[in-house]
C-alpha cells in the first residue's frame, strides 16, 4: 500500500475514532430511552409555564365571535395568533386583558403585498390602501369581508400588473384577454372562480394576424407560425416580447 494511502486511512481512523468518542461523551444519557429524542426534555418542558389557552377554552366564553369567525376567511387562525398567549386572562379574566391590534402594522403583515403570496390572496399596498386608517375601522378582523371587491384587478395582482405596465400591453384591460372577470372580482372565494385564458391562437391573431393592425404591431401568419403550439406558451402576454 502507497505510503500516502496509509497516512489518509490513519487520518480517517482517527476522525472516526474522534467522532464516536465525542457522540459517546456529548450524547444525554437519556437519549433514545422513549424514541429518537432527550426523554429528559419532556420533564423539561413541563416545568415550563404554560401560556397558550387554546382557541376551545378562548370559544366557551366567546362562543358568539367563534360563530362568526368560523364561517370566515379566518377560520383557520386561532385567536392567540392575534391576541397573544393568553392562559393568564383565562385564570383571570378580570386581571389580564389579551392585546387586540388595531395599529396598521399589524395586519400586513399578512396581507401586506408580496409577490411570492399566492395570486387571490387578499394583499394591499399599506402606503396607498386608505392611508392613516386602521383596518379594524372598514374589516372586522373576526369576519374580514372586504367592504366591496377590488375596483381593478391590481388589487390582487399587483405583481402582474407591474410587469404589464411596462410592456408592450400596458394600454389593453385584463377582461380583453380573460374572460369572467367580473364574476371573479365580485366572488368571496376568487380563487374557486378563477377567470378563462385564451385556448386558441385566434384571440392573439385579432392583433398579431390582422392587416388592419397598427404597422407598430408585430405581425404573423396563423397558418404557418408554429402552429402546434398556443401564442402564450412561448410569448409571455403580460411582457409580451418578441424574438
Known amino acids: ?31 433514545g430511552k422513549t424514541g429518537h429524542y432527550r426523554a429528559a426534555a419532556i420533564d423539561s418542558v413541563l416545568t415550563l409555564p404554560i401560556r397558550y389557552a387554546g382557541e376551545q377554552v378562548c370559544l366557551d366564553c366567546h362562543d358568539d365571535i367563534g360563530e362568526m369567525k368560523i364561517s370566515s376567511n379566518h377560520s383557520g387562525l386561532s385567536c392567540e395568533v392575534c391576541h397573544a398567549p393568553a ?29 411570492s403570496r399566492p395570486s387571490g390572496f387578499p394583499q394591499i399596498d399599506p402606503v396607498s390602501h386608505n392611508p392613516v386608517q386602521a383596518c379594524v375601522t372598514c374589516h ?15 388589487g390582487c395582482h399587483q405583481g402582474i ?16 384577454c380573460h374572460a369572467n ?5 365580485a366572488s368571496p372565494h376568487p380563487r374557486e372562480l378563477l377567470p378563462d385564458k385564451p385556448r386558441t391562437r385566434a384571440l392573439c391573431g385579432e392583433c398579431h394576424a390582422s392587416a388592419d393592425a397598427p404597422r ?14 398556443l401564442c402564450w406558451q412561448c410569448h409571455y402576454p403580460h411582457h409580451p416580447e418578441a424574438k
Open 1 to 31: 500500500m502507497p505510503q500516502q494511502v496509509q497516512r489518509l486511512v490513519i487520518v480517517f481512523v482517527v476522525a472516526i475514532g474522534a467522532l464516536v468518542g465525542a457522540r459517546q461523551i456529548m450524547t444525554p444519557e437519556s437519549f
Open 87 to 115: 392562559a393568564g386572562h383565562a385564570d383571570d379574566p378580570d386581571t389580564f386583558l389579551p392585546p387586540a391590534p388595531r395599529q396598521r402594522g399589524y395586519c400586513p403583515l399578512c396581507h401586506g403585498y408580496n409577490p
Open 140 to 154: 372586522d378582523p373576526h369576519a374580514p369581508e372586504p367592504p366591496d371587491g377590488p375596483a381593478e384587478c391590481q
Open 161 to 176: 400588473v407591474r410587469t404589464k405596465a411596462v410592456s408592450h400591453h400596458a394600454q389593453l384591460p385584463c377582461a380583453r
Open 181 to 185: 372577470t367580473e364574476e371573479h372580482r
Open 216 to 229: 407598430e404591431i408585430p405581425r404573423i401568419d396563423l397558418d404557418s407560425h408554429e402552429p402546434k403550439y
